[in-house]
């Protein structure tokens, strides 16, 4: 049984004993209040009407409503209503006139027979609107939920062949290159693969885990680039740091612009990564020399690329309201901060 499916079923029966409580204090309401019993009020009359009651009030809402008067078929439904009414109130008086026979010449008893005959049936029809509307807010919720769960799948699938294809470029540069350190490159890129295929299937990892994929592309990239680029990284946590989990993939875009973007304009790029978290708010930041002055032209608009478009689209739909990303772009720095609330 899957875990939506026994939420269900646990709803269900919270419904179910919530109904069946329900209508017992109702038919036990004469004794619960201790009223004294007549020729016609007694407990067992009471009972005996709640049950036609509970017939009259269920027939309508899961038959007669649904069937005739969401149709628009109203004026069957009106007459249909009316002869249901009817043929409770004449059960309940053939009740009254067997068992209770004192009671029929009394004023009093026709109104313990249409009143709450009338009541039952018009609060079946506010009842079987309220589920309705209870059941189709649900409903689009679930859609909500699951249209949001198809597009973040989307996202993900897009980032890990669009970060691959990067990480693969740089070993072709240590290939050419004969470098005794391709060894160490196979490795940190096995390392990378298996967090793109197994660990971003969760909705959430821990903290530390991002940090070291993280840790470990920046390292691939320094392979590559050696001392051309100058990398700085600064990280300060906590010790609560390690219970903290965050969507996977979110911080490596980020650095993987500025390696993209920021790097071989000049003899000597450099790149500054900071992050730290402060009562579970985590700071984020990646700055880039970014100069124009090498005689490239760049459309600093469209520097991020897809993947820092890609990381706002998932920043918005699973962190909403929860965290402020900030992107600084001038003729010669490039600079993302994000803040953001983790669980």
């Known amino acids: ?26 038919l036990l309401l004469p004794y619960i209040l201790g009223l004294p ?46 002869a249901m009414i009817v043929l409770v109130i004449l059960l309940k008086h053939y009740i009254l006139r067997i068992w209770f026979p004192l009671a029929v010449a009394d004023k009093n008893g026709w109104r313990m027979i249409v009143a709450p005959t009338a009541i039952t049936f018009f609060a079946s029809i506010v009842y079987r609107n309220i589920s309705d509307k209870a059941q189709a807010e649900k409903e689009r919720q679930q859609k909500k939920e699951e249209a949001l769960s198809t597009e973040l799948k989307f996202l993900r699938s897009q980032i890990s062949p669009h970060f691959m294809f990067n990480i693969l470029t740089n070993l072709v540069s240590l290939a050419r290159k004969k470098s005794d350190q391709m060894e160490n490159a196979l490795l940190m890129l096995s390392g990378l693969m298996r967090y793109m295929l197994y660990d971003t299937r969760h909705h959430k990892i821990r903290l530390n885990q991002e940090l070291e994929y993280l840790k470990s592309y920046i390292a691939l990239q320094q392979l590559r680039f050696g001392d051309t680029v100058r990398t700085e990284l600064d990280i300060s946590l906590p010790d609560a740091a390690d219970s903290m989990e965050i969507e996977p993939m979110l911080l490596i875009p980020f650095v993987e612009n500025a390696f993209k973007h920021g790097v071989g304009f000049e003899d000597q790029s450099w790149i500054a990564i900071g992050l730290r978290v402060q009562e579970k708010i985590l700071y984020f930041e990646v700055k880039n020399n970014f100069p124009e002055a090498t005689g490239k032209s760049i459309d600093a608009e469209n520097v991020s690329g897809i993947g820092i478009e890609n990381v706002r689209a998932r920043l918005e739909m699973l962190y909403k309201g929860n965290y402020t990303l900030e992107i600084v772009k001038t003729s010669e720095l490039f600079s993302v901060n994000l803040q953001l609330a983790l669980a």
């Open 37 to 82: 019993a007549n020729h016609y009020g007694t407990g067992v009359f009471f009972i005996l009407a709640g049950f036609l009651h509970i017939g009259l009030f269920y027939f309508n809402a899961f038959f007669l409503y649904p069937t005739l008067y969401t149709l628009r078929r109203w004026i069957l439904y009106i007459i249909t209503g009316i």
């Open 1 to 26: 049984m899957t875990k939506t499916s026994f939420i269900n079923k646990i709803a269900r029966n919270r419904r179910l004993w919530i109904h069946v409580t329900a209508w017992a204090l109702l």
